[in-house]
């Protein structure tokens, strides 16, 4: 069966400095791999997904992810940190057909420190 | 990008009663709909997945007879926990696709559901 790891729960990062949040998943199959942020009180929002091609994405707010296969990783980045990106993050993995049957990570709370 | 709203927030229920919660897609109609349940430091974990006019399909071990899902239309999906114990506590999270095969999932807000 296919599982998220996200090693890290909380993690605190200082406003302008690089962010780098972690994600191993295991998955027999080529797997699609997906990024969500969750707000307090807001639904989850689509940072950035994999389905094929490049292994870097770019995705909204100035997040990337890079997917490496020998790894089973797709770690997400952001170059520098805006307070407004606190909020917890959510990597899953997709089966099949891409968007369903999600399977998620336990989250990482991302805490922006002045 | 597309909104889907989720009705209430937040519910405090005693054991034993019936609790609905619904899943609305507020601009766009909404072939497919799935349902997700959050522990504390836990994954979210589907529960079903339903298409308008048609039997929800449930996940490995969770109780069809107890976490009632209807679909009765495009824009909106409800999620009936009967028969509450405080065991069910947790954080109800519903998604919507528009049309079918491979297009993205729009997730609501989550409802945070107590039993006492």
């Known amino acids: 069966a296919q599982s998220v790891t996200q090693p890290d729960i909380h993690i605190t990062v200082s406003e302008g400095a690089s962010l780098e949040l972690r994600c191993n998943y295991s998955y027999g199959a080529t797997p699609y791999l997906f990024w969500y942020v969750q707000s307090p009180g807001q639904g989850l929002q689509l940072l950035l997904k994999?389905?094929?091609?490049?292994?870097l994405v770019q995705g909204i707010k100035g997040f990337e992810a890079e997917f490496k296969r020998s790894q089973s990783s797709f770690n997400l980045r952001k170059p520098s940190v805006h307070w407004s990106d606190a909020a917890e993050y959510f990597c899953a993995v997709g089966l099949n057909s891409g968007y369903s049957t999600l399977t998620f990570g336990k989250g990482t709370m991302l805490l922006v420190s002045p | 990008g597309a909104v889907v709203s989720q009705h209430p927030s937040w519910v405090i229920c005693k054991s034993g009663t019936s609790v609905k919660i619904e899943c609305r897609s507020l601009d766009f109609q909404a072939t497919t709909m799935f349902w997700y349940r959050q522990f504390p430091k836990q994954s979210l974990m589907l529960m079903a997945t339903s298409n308008e006019g048609s039997k929800a399909t449930y996940e490995q071990g969770v109780e069809k007879d107890k976490f009632l899902i209807n679909h009765a239309s495009l824009t909106l999906s409800t999620l009936t926990v009967t028969s509450a114990h405080p065991e069910d506590s947790s954080f109800y999270i519903c998604?919507?696709?528009?049309?079918?095969?491979?297009?993205?999932?729009?997730f609501g807000q989550g409802t945070r559901l107590t039993v006492v």
């Open positions: 998604s919507a696709r528009p049309g079918r095969g491979n297009t993205e999932a729009f």
């Open positions: 994999y389905f094929s091609g490049d292994t």
